[in-house]
């Protein structure tokens, strides 16, 4: 029976479970921060060797100004106060996105992360800050005309199916098997968007600050049922 090797995650619902509950949004994006230690934490108890989180996207910035701030320092809290943990966890920390729009502080911290975590083998997380897999495509086009440019070489179907690929923000991972969004909603929001082609979806009625290890038990449990055929006929 084929097992998961990559999880993503689009953390949705902080906003509701905070509105729910009489608080503010921040209170539940401090919340959904606990999650995502709670579902790191799991995913490596659970053998999973790669998960993706989709922490802020490139159309997020459209949120009110007091909501990014904390968001922010959120991130920032998370990054000092996490990745020496992570590190002694043999977790790699990766972090995909466009970086122009952070601040420098910020881009210091991934970068340390980075750096600190890089040979690390448990487990590797990738967060997604000011993400967008349509973007990520355009962008991976572009490097991919450059590539083929430098090495005299006409880009062609054979060639893009070779190095396209490469050219991802993503390069060296495993498409993910399975993709969870959380609080209910279908849609994946312009996450992933290539690497997704055959990925199972598990939609999640949970609210992302309840996430925890049994709902990504659940997302394994219901892996395991689907039959998954790449768009091949199974064979009787």
Known sequence: META??????????????????????????QGIEACKRTVRAAGELGIQYITLFGFSSENWSRPADEINEL???????LRSET?????????LQVIGSRKELSSDIVELIE???????????????????????????????????????????PSFETAEEFFPQSLMTDGMPDPDILIRTSGEQRISNFLLWQCAYTE??????LWPDFGKSDLEFALAEFKKRDRRFGAVKQS
Do not use: C
Request: glycine share 8%; proline share 1%.
């Open 201 to 206: 979806f598990v939609f999640s009625q949970t």
């Open 84 to 92: 020496a943990e992570l590190h002694r966890n043999n977790v790699r």
């Open 5 to 30: 090797q990559h999880i993503a995650i689009i953390m949705d619902g902080n906003g509701r479970w905070a509105q729910q509950r009489g608080l503010p949004r921040t209170a539940g994006h401090h």
């Open 112 to 154: 340390n992360a980075e750096k600190l975590t890089k040979d690390n083998t448990a487990l590797f997380l990738t967060i997604a800050l000011n993400y967008g897999g349509r973007n990520e495509i355009l962008e991976a086009a572009a490097l991919y005309a450059q590539q083929m440019a430098k090495r005299g070489i006409n």
């Open 72 to 78: 922010m320092r959120l991130l920032r809290m998370f």
